[in-house]
């Protein structure tokens, strides 16, 4: 992802065309950008004129010269669709702010849910509290979404759509979304609460209802979508910093998180500008990014980079990520590559991806004992080995 919770502050889109020849040679094949309509707040997710380009990040042909450089440089541009919400511009029944009069899409308040100051249908998902929550079962709401989002693709330029809050409407809706814009890649964020227990309420060892309801709604959107993993974040996390490796394998022998369940549909992450940057709402242990990333980059699923790890962190870290990227792209690791957990205890996590690469986190002594295998790539508390 190209962004944190501040990036707004800086002027944005000229920042990061000057950065697009370099991440072109990182090795990254998508290029994940914040909203980029006009919002009540800076960072975007509060949109009100969606089909107005000038926002904190720059203006529209800022915009739309970044875009035409990530594509001459081979990058997929990934819109960030805000559409759960949206802010009114006019108020309306019971003296809220639940009309859209003088912008495109003038929607009145049958556009906004019942249980959000509208007249339309009760909410298909969870509440995002303080703003109207779109009513997605009004026919006339999704055909005007379809058309802005075709207009995103076809117009504007953008390659693939990430759906912001997507537990905030039936994945139905996604599903028709997607299918009526046809972009080249989706990313639900299904943002779950994980199962918490015991006398210390610890995360639980079994997450399975939890990476479960992230697979249901990619299922929901006919497999259209994939989603970030949001279990395997948790758990990796978890186990990084109580070294408890025994996490990393499940019941079944396989990786705990949505990557053991629909590989090719996840998306791998360490943080983002939610869950890390300024907002830190739920951060993955600094100390222990690269173990974080060791993982991701070595296993199935599709790994996302944080833009704060890649370029605010140092020399030495950016290295040790790319050194990572390096791995797979040379050894043709990509989703659904077959990996195989060889220990998960207390004192190590180890694993064969594709009988191509080995690795290992934890301080316990272990490399693979077969010949022709060479150490790529090491670190505090990991190490990469790749087949000869």
């Known amino acids: 992802m190209a962004f944190n919770w501040e990036s707004h502050k800086k002027g944005w889109w000229c920042v990061l065309e000057a950065k697009v020849p ?18 009540l707040a800076p960072q975007g997710y509060l949109p009100r004129n969606l089909y107005c380009l000038d926002s904190a990040y720059g203006s529209e042909r800022e915009l739309r010269g970044l875009l035409k450089k990530l594509k001459e440089h ?27 009069d003088g912008m495109p899409m003038p929607w009145d308040e049958k556009a906004v849910t019942s249980d959000t100051g509208g007249h339309g249908n009760p ?8 703003v109207p ?36 409407y039936k994945a139905d809706f996604v599903k028709e979304y997607i299918a009526g814009s046809k972009p080249e890649l989706s990313i639900g ?29 990619i ?29 990393l394998r499940d019941a079944q022998g396989k ?47 599709q790994p996302s980079i944080f833009y704060d790890h890649l370029f605010e962190w140092g020399d030495q870290t950016r290295k040790s990520i790319l050194d990572l990227v390096s791995i797979r792209r040379r050894k043709n690791l990509h989703s659904r590559s077959p990996v195989k957990i060889l220990e998960a205890n207390s004192s190590i996590y180890a694993a064969m991806i594709e009988e ?15 010949p022709n295998w060479s150490l790529a790539t090491s670190g505090q508390s990991y190490a990469v080995w790749e087949k000869v």
């Open 189 to 217: 964020e299904y943002w779950d609460t994980c199962n918490y227990g015991g006398h210390d309420n610890a995360l639980a060892y079994n997450q399975d209802s939890h990476r479960q309801r992230i697979v249901d709604w």
């Open 356 to 370: 191509k690469v080995c690795m290992k986190l934890g301080e316990g002594d272990w490399c693979p004992q077969e």
């Open 22 to 39: 370099e991440l072109a040679l990182f090795g990254f094949s998508s290029i994940w950008l914040p909203p980029v309509t006009e919002s």
């Open 255 to 301: 990786p705990p998180g949505v990557i053991g369940y629909w590989p090719s549909r996840a998306v791998t992450f360490i943080d983002n500008h939610d869950t890390g940057s300024t907002q830190a709402h739920w951060p993955f242990p600094g100390e222990h990014i690269m173990q974080g990333y060791a993982y991701i980059i070595t296993h199935p699923g």
């Open 123 to 130: 909410s298909t998902g969870a509440i995002f509290e303080g």
């Open 74 to 100: 081979g990058l997929r541009p990934i819109a960030d669709i805000v559409v759960n919400h949206r802010v009114g511009s006019a108020k309306g029944a019971g003296d809220k702010y639940n009309r859209y």
């Open 133 to 168: 929550n779109i009513d997605h079962a009004q026919e006339f709401v999704r055909k005007d979404i379809i058309t802005w989002l075709r207009w995103l693709r076809k117009d504007v330029g953008f390659g693939g759509f990430r759906f912001d809050f997507a537990k905030g």
């Open 219 to 247: 299922d929901g959107t006919g497999g259209l979508s994939a989603a970030f993993d949001f279990t395997t974040k948790a758990i990796l996390q978890e186990a990084v910093t109580k070294r408890e490796w025994w996490r």
